[in-house]
C-alpha cells in the first residue's frame, strides 16, 4: 500500500526485493529482508495516536508484517534483556486505503504490526543484522 512519506526515503533491494523505506529502518529493513522476513511498510517515527502528521509525539519505530509468521521470526531475533515491542494484528480498511493510489486490493487483509521505540532500534538493527550475516556465512560454506 502506498502512503504518503514523512521522511527521507532510500531505495534499498535484495534480491527481487526492493522498495523505498525510511532512512533510519534502511538497514534493519534489509536485514530483515536477507534472513527471510518480509515487511509490507514501516516508519521510523510513527504516532498511532497522532491525527493527520506521523511526527508528533512518542517516537516509534513501526514495521507491518505480511503475516504473523514474519513478526514472530523478527520479535525471536531481538535481543535478550528488555526490549519493548507491541505486536498486534491490523486489518486494512477502506479507511486506510483512502488516498491510496496502490494497495487497495489489501482492503479485508489482516497484516501485523510491530513498534517498539526508536532507542531500541540501534540494538534491533544489530540483533537481525548479526543473523543477516551468520546467514550469508553458511551460504558460502555450503
Known sequence: MTMTTVHRQVHVRHGDTEADVDELLAPLILACWRVGIQTVMSCQHFDPASSG??????????IVFPGEHDAKRFLQLAPPGGLWFDV???????????GATQGVEFV??????VSFPRHQLRAMTRAVGRRAAARRRQVVRT
Do not use: C, K, N
Open 53 to 62: 502528521s506521523y511526527d508528533t509525539g512518542r517516537p516509534l519505530v513501526w
Open 88 to 98: 498486534r494484528p491490523i486489518v486494512v480498511t477502506e479507511e486506510h486505503a483512502a
Open 108 to 113: 479485508g487483509q489482516t497484516f501485523w504490526h
